[in-house]
């Protein structure tokens, strides 16, 4: 497809698919779609839209909330500590252990990731309040957990409607069983989407990991001046570990992961590190920005998604350092070559030419993109559930040719765009992944990398070739027309 | 380092050298027990195990801890989707229909659509209607729903917004154009801090067939309606109606997400079958009405039984009594002799009972799930001759606990067989330590248990994430009842095979023939 005949076609698909709104939502939506171009410095953003707005009511956003931007995403994977859904049942039970954060502990006795623990409200606390029985919560956890490191509150929608004070019984239940508590009010209907969860939970850590006594004792990790955290890696089917070793064999020591199969003990060592790494910008850049003001930290993004992408945010890594790590670091990269070579080789020529359409949350939706691009592969449509001005700008720094930018993209719009492009791979999430493979698109969930993983760094891209020419190349598309409806 | 000719992903990755090495040196950064002194991990894990940790489990009043229940608006959304060309409508923050959507979706391995109307803080404080009002008419210009049903999330519950006159106000505003005078939107109040799921699936129900049959009075005609109640095997729906079919007579089923749930690939098609609108307005007009969820429609059947004053009732078509029991029902309302294709297939499920009880009979097991299934699985393990130690059900409404204990007082081992009523998975865990059992039935959420006592899972419940294409089986009629036993028997000789199948010293009962 040539790039003029990309461009009209993506413009000429925008125009359709706001024909069927409602004048109102049409106005809104509009603002939210476009076509960004590589480098257009006129582009203010990518495809110039906008973002990080309220949800168009009625649509089938693919949007999460506030709680799930805290309890799922940032709290959630802190193993060591327990984290209640406080408030109605629902929550804590569909957010359970969906995001695959891989972490090593005994579960139930010294680490509680995939567990629900939920205040499970009833009438009578939503009328005369919750938080007496959030403190008997607190003591029954302690009882009954008591190697947990401590607890934090994700509150739900109606904690912030009824006038709890959720950061009362904190207080004074952490003096009690001498912990840390942390109180967070992240409740679903607060900002626009996960995002402003993140940015809360973000805060919280400053607060009470930061800035207050933790429990734990960190003296025994004596600062070198290698030392380094990730931030912002979910560890998602192990991602961060991933990631954390080709860090070890340039020579740093790798402190903390934030958050996935992160410790309390590890937060709280950071503001001691030389060099904060931040891979998902969008749900951690308020805490790095923290601790540049506050510790004088310096943090960069990063980028391991793919042997390009890889390569150059390694080297921009070890450039902060002195000239050993930045040696070690060209070995690294040496070491792994030969291997990402035969990974290409083996899988470009099988998936070359072939186009993706991506719809994801914080990173993916650039991160991913030169991973593809290794792979021969040309993404032709991005968008975040939750991103903002910053992201779409970042992302007119990683698109390759001439790209649909869809923000917010509802259920609708996502199944039109599909249709009008007819990308070989659409790679979204749960939600979307059974309406594209029904028409017999090969499809990739870029959430939980669909039960596979990790995706990061050079072990972690060997997977994701693999997994997407299991994707396009399976037979079981073909199946999809019966014999009888074949032409000719 | 991964070799090109024999990619791993995580499974196997991370047990190489070096990532053991990456692991152990994470360690000295870490605060969990684990990292810091093992052996108090094994001693406070050994003492979970124990009749004190229990005793102070089970004396829990305030952290529920792994349940094994759900909230109201996941019932209302399955209702919705089980009304030809139906959208869910949730009224109140898009979390939430994220979650509904993506719990409905890992289970059944097929889209749910549903809509929220995304109700933020300014919401919050002024009410819901503009987001009712803008909801509504996107809705309906968007997907073109033949009907939208609306329910709630505890938000707006919270802050008591008024669905009737919101609904009223938006049609209003709208004049028309998309939301016309007679456009169907049924409604139901949700509220996740009241019951469960199966309430939210009893409040939606009400809603739409108290509302779609408004002014729809007429003569009665003798047709059945079934209501199959938060049913999320497929191939029940299709059991049931064939079991009705087989009386030649008239009847409609009422919610039937079985074409929703359940669409054959080739192009998607946003609404599915589902219950015809109009046999939903006329469901007033037959003569009779069976629940087959006596817990999650007790609303619902109270003002078909006394102000509709339809025939029929409760019957749960779990098992081979109550198949049996839900058979006679329909002879008895159609007049009709049971059918000679019942009969058979009826004698055919209970040969091969028959053929299989050596391997249930006198077993343990521990069952969780929703009542009303609760109620058709234990019959079955009774019939069979199992024994169901613990039968645990977290969102128990009242009167289950006591049904549940008669049925089990029927049973000569009745005296060590316990209901637990209103308990989650955590206590669960700790009954399964203290009072094993042979093998454990319920949904994906076992899976923990079944790593941390050893005890056998076998997945029959909702949700099951983890294993695939259970969900389109029948768990009801005699086929159903077919399927359990043959789960059932065959999970208790793979475990079998698994106890003997040590090489020269157990092996000598690895029989080839069972």
């Known amino acids: ?488 | 380092m991964q070799e090109v000719e024999k990619i791993v992903n995580g499974k196997d990755l991370f047990k190489r050298p070096e990532y053991q090495d990456v692991l152990a040196n994470k360690k000295q950064f870490e605060s969990s027990m684990l990292a810091i002194n093992p052996a108090r991990v094994a001693e406070v894990q050994a003492w979970t195990e124990s009749w004190d940790y229990r005793e102070k489990n089970l004396a829990r009043e305030a952290i529920t801890v792994n349940p094994a229940k759900a909230c109201q608006p996941l019932g209302a959304v399955m209702v919705a989707l089980g009304f030809e060309g139906t959208m869910p409508y949730v009224h109140g923050s898009h979390g939430c229909v994220a979650y509904f959507r993506s719990y409905f979706t890992r289970h059944f391995k097929e889209p749910t659509p549903c809509v929220s109307d995304s109700m933020t803080e300014d919401a919050a404080v002024f009410g819901g209607l503009v987001n009712m009002k803008e909801g509504l008419k996107n809705c309906a210009a968007v997907y073109k729903p033949k009907m939208i049903a609306v329910s709630t999330t505890c938000m707006a519950e919270v802050i008591g917004d008024d669905l009737m006159a919101f609904i009223i106000a938006a049609k209003e505003e709208d004049g028309g154009q998309y939301l016309p005078e007679e456009y169907p939107i049924p409604f139901a109040h949700t509220p996740s801090f009241v019951g469960s799921h199966i309430t939210g699936y009893d409040n939606m129900m009400h809603g739409i067939m108290s509302q779609l049959t408004e002014g729809q009075k007429g003569e009665t005609k003798k047709r059945i309606n079934i209501i199959p109640g938060f049913e999320t095997y497929i191939g029940s729906l299709r059991s049931v109606k064939t079991i009705v079919e087989a009386f030649g007579t008239d009847y409609i089923m009422l919610g039937d997400h079985s074409d929703q749930w359940d669409m054959p690939a080739g192009q998607y098609e946003m609404f599915q079958g589902g219950t015809k609108l109009d046999d939903a307005r006329d469901c007033i007009n037959s003569s009779a009405t069976i629940s087959l969820q006596k817990y999650a429609t007790s609303k619902t059947m109270k003002m078909v039984e006394k102000r509709w004053k339809h025939a029929g009732g409760f019957s749960n078509p779990v098992g081979l009594k109550g198949t049996d029991e839900f058979v006679m029902k329909l002879s008895e309302l159609t007049g009709t002799e049971v059918p000679q294709k019942l009969k058979v297939e009826r004698g055919r499920l209970v040969d091969a009972m028959q053929d299989s009880y050596p391997y249930m009979h006198g077993k343990k097991f521990a069952i969780w799930g929703d009542p009303d299934f609760l109620i058709g699985a234990v019959s079955f393990l009774l019939e069979m001759g199992a024994e169901p130690t613990h039968v645990l059900c977290h969102n128990a409404p009242k009167g289950w606990e006591e049904e549940m204990r008669a049925m089990l007082d029927t049973s000569p081992a009745k005296d060590s067989l316990n209901v637990w009523a209103e308990k989650d998975l955590w206590h669960m865990r700790s009954l399964l330590y203290t009072e094993p059992v042979d093998f454990m039935i319920g949904n994906s959420y076992g899976k923990e248990l079944m790593r941390d006592t050893g005890t056998p899972l076998i997945y029959i419940g909702f949700p099951i994430f983890d294993r695939h294409h259970l969900h389109r089986y029948s768990i009801s009629g005699y086929d159903g009842a077919l399927n359990l036993l043959t789960w059932i028997t065959n999970k208790v000789l793979d475990q079998l095979d698994e106890d003997t199948k040590g090489i020269a010293t157990t092996d000598y009962f690895f029989d080839l023939i069972r």
């Not at chain 1, 076509?35 to 203010?44: A, L």
């Not at chain 1, 998602?236 to 740093?252: P, T």
């Not at chain 1, 805490?287 to 390009?308: A, C, L, Q, T």
């Open chain 1, 1 to 488: 497809m040539g790039p003029e005949s990309l461009e009209a076609k993506q413009k000429a698909a925008i125009e359709e698919i706001l024909k069927a709104y409602p004048e109102k939502a049409a106005k809104n939506r509009e603002k939210h779609l476009g076509v960004g171009s590589p480098n257009d410095e006129n582009q203010k953003t990518c495809g110039d839209v906008r973002s990080n707005k309220k949800t168009v009511p009625g649509v089938m956003s693919q949007r999460g909330c506030a709680y799930a931007g805290s309890k799922g995403v940032v709290w959630g994977p802190v193993k060591d500590m327990i984290h209640i859904s406080h408030g109605p049942i629902g929550c804590g039970q569909y957010s359970r252990a969906g995001r695959r954060n891989y972490y090593i502990g005994v579960t139930g006795v010294d680490t509680f990731v995939t567990m629900n623990f939920s205040s499970d409200f009833q009438e009578n606390n939503i009328v005369f309040g919750g938080d007496k029985k959030l403190g008997k919560c607190i003591d029954e956890i302690e009882l009954l957990f008591p190697l947990n490191n401590g607890i934090t509150v994700q509150s739900e929608c109606p904690i912030g409607l009824i006038g709890d004070d959720i950061g009362a019984v904190a207080k004074t239940k952490a003096k009690e069983i001498d912990k840390t508590i942390v109180p967070v009010n992240c409740e679903g209907f607060r900002g626009v989407s996960q995002s402003l969860g993140h940015h809360i939970a973000n805060d919280t850590v400053r607060d009470y990991v930061f800035d207050a006594k933790v429990n734990v004792d960190t003296s025994d990790v004596i600062a070198t001046e290698y030392d380094v955290a990730i931030i912002g890696d979910y560890n998602i089917g192990g991602d961060a570990w991933s990631s954390r070793i080709l860090l070890e064999e340039m020579g740093l020591r790798v402190v903390a992961q934030w958050s996935g199969d992160a410790t309390l003990k590890e937060m709280a060592l950071t503001p001691k590190v030389k060099l904060n790494l931040l891979h998902c910008y969008r749900s951690m850049n308020y805490i790095s920005r923290h601790m540049e003001k506050e510790y004088g930290i310096p943090w960069i993004e990063y980028n391991f998604f793919g042997p390009s992408q890889t390569i150059k945010s390694l080297r921009k890594i070890a450039a902060f350092f002195d000239e050993s790590v930045q040696k070690k670091c060209e070995e690294v990269i040496a070491k792994y070559q030969p291997m990402i070579d035969a990974v290409i080789a083996k899988y470009k020529p099988r998936l070359e030419g072939k186009t993706v359409m991506l719809f994801v949350g914080g990173l993916r939706p650039r991160h991913v993109i030169g991973a593809y691009e290794d792979l021969g592969m040309e993404v032709i449509g991005t968008g975040y559930e939750f991103a903002h001005d910053d992201d779409y700008k970042r992302t007119k720094e990683e698109i390759f040719r001439s790209t649909v930018i869809y923000d917010d993209v509802n259920e609708y719009e996502l199944e039109a765009f599909v249709k009008k492009l007819q990308p070989d791979l659409v790679a979204s999430g749960i939600k979307e992944k059974y309406v594209f493979q029904k028409m017999g698109l090969p499809y990739r969930q870029m959430h939980s990398w669909d039960y596979s993983g990790p995706y990061h760094g050079y072990d972690g891209f060997a997977i994701f070739a693999q997994d997407m020419d299991l994707a396009i190349n399976s037979p079981v598309w073909a199946h999809s027309k019966a014999p009888w409806e074949q032409e000719g």
